[in-house]
């Protein structure tokens, strides 16, 4: 009983934690993100196990995450509002060439953000060569080329 | 030239889009990392135990026995409580604890190690060795074994203090 409450409660953190550092945050992974992942991972760690090694503990706590996680798909594919709310929505950052300042500042992206993004998806130069750029949900920027 | 208030609108080419719910989120979003600092702000003053709010100490009335303690201790977390006692007037230093002390806690360690330990009403009985002055100090090691708040009792000459703390999942 222990595992699964455990699990739960790790769950419901990390899903918080996340959520509010925004999708920006971890997406876009650094070599140092990367690291702070791990220790995030290593932090979590022993308060899911607890000192409890067992394998059937493991199983529980591994089981017990992956059945969360599924419920919580379902729910979200249930709940528009939910769904919304978890993952965010794709939003327009720049239009026919036009960076839409206030979103991109509020979204903590910069213009230079956006320019990596077209020059490594399209190959573009300039701001004014896109069509289209969206943040997508999971944080990356896709770019359309007029 | 998109305004600021043109930006709030609603695009709906090439996706849909909910600015009104975007900017609820965002807002959401800034009153998180302000809990978030919170967390971190009360963690610092000890709420999680270790810190000024946690440290404590609990005395008799005619401060014989002083026991300095953390109010807040986590599941499994190590802890350090101190006990400060005056010999009674056989010269000796007969300690009583009980309730969530041995119950919820594992007492991992007392240094210095009591002359005698043993059962005692619900509780255990320390006996320790004074100094010249009439004092000993002695320093256990505590590990919780349980959540929730946890009550116990320490007798000395008569008198006694009660410690009260939480333990944290």
Redesign the interface.
């Known amino acids: 009983m222990d595992s699964v409450l455990r699990a739960a409660?790790i769950y419901l953190v990390v899903l918080?934690?996340f959520?509010?550092a925004?999708r920006r945050t971890l997406s876009e992974l650094t070599t140092f993100d990367f690291v702070l992942l791990l220790i995030i991972g290593e932090a979590t760690q022993q308060a899911l196990l607890?000192?409890d090694f067992s394998i059937v503990n493991a199983m529980v706590v591994i089981v017990s995450l992956v059945v969360f996680d599924i419920a919580l798909s379902l729910l979200k594919n249930k709940s528009r509002w939910l769904s919304?709310?978890i993952d965010?929505?794709?939003?327009?950052i720049v239009?026919h060439g036009?960076v839409?300042?206030?979103?991109i500042r509020?979204a903590r992206i910069d213009e230079g953000d956006i320019l990596e993004a077209a020059r490594h998806s399209q190959g573009l130069e300039r701001i004014d060569q896109i069509k289209?750029a969206?943040l997508e949900k999971d944080g990356k920027i896709s770019i359309?080329p007029r | 030239m998109s305004s600021e208030q043109d930006e709030l609108s609603d695009r709906d080419y090439p996706i849909q889009e909910d600015m009104g719910f975007q900017e609820k989120l965002w807002k959401l979003e800034r009153a998180g990392w302000v809990a978030l600092s919170l967390v971190v702000a009360i963690t610092l003053l000890g709420v999680f135990g270790a810190g000024p709010l946690s440290q404590t100490h609990a005395q008799t009335p005619g401060g014989d026995l002083d026991i300095r303690y953390q109010r807040f201790e986590r599941n499994g977390a190590a802890s350090q409580l101190q006990v400060k006692a005056k010999a009674g007037s056989d010269g000796q230093v007969w300690l009583a604890i009980d309730g969530a002390l041995l119950e919820r806690f594992s007492v991992e360690s007392i240094h210095p190690q009591p002359l005698v330990a043993e059962a005692f009403g619900n509780g255990m009985r320390l006996q320790f060795q004074p100094d010249a002055q009439g004092w000993a100090t002695a320093y256990l090691t505590l590990r919780p074994d349980g959540v929730g708040p946890a009550k116990s009792v320490a007798r000395l000459n008569g008198q006694s203090v009660t410690l009260s703390q939480f333990v944290y999942p």
Do not use: S
């Open positions: 409660a918080v934690v959520r509010l925004g607890g000192d919304k709310l965010g929505e794709p939003m327009i239009e036009q839409l300042e206030r979103r509020k289209f969206i359309i």
